[in-house]
């Protein structure tokens, strides 16, 4: 029988690679997308945006958080 260690690391680089593929296919869902940024999350897995790469030019187009207005919310 085989040991739930080796059965839970062929589940975990199965859906490793099940996510890979459907990103790079360009077939991924919105749902799956959540999967995925779930679990890059649950293996502490982050990113800096560097300039020329497409994290990079993401970041690139968000506003700069100075300039961003706070709206009040209304009592009522």
């Known amino acids: 029988m085989r040991d739930i260690n080796d059965t839970l690391a062929d589940l975990h ?18 749902s799956e997308l959540n999967v995925l940024r779930q679990f890059l999350k649950d293996n502490q897995v982050s990113a800096q945006p560097v300039e020329g790469t497409p994290f990079g030019d993401l970041a690139a187009q968000l ?9 009040k919310r209304s009592v009522g």
């Open 13 to 30: 680089e199965g859906l490793a690679v099940h996510l890979k593929y459907k990103l790079d296919d360009g077939t991924i869902s919105v």
């Open 63 to 71: 506003p700069d958080i100075e300039n961003v207005v706070e709206f």
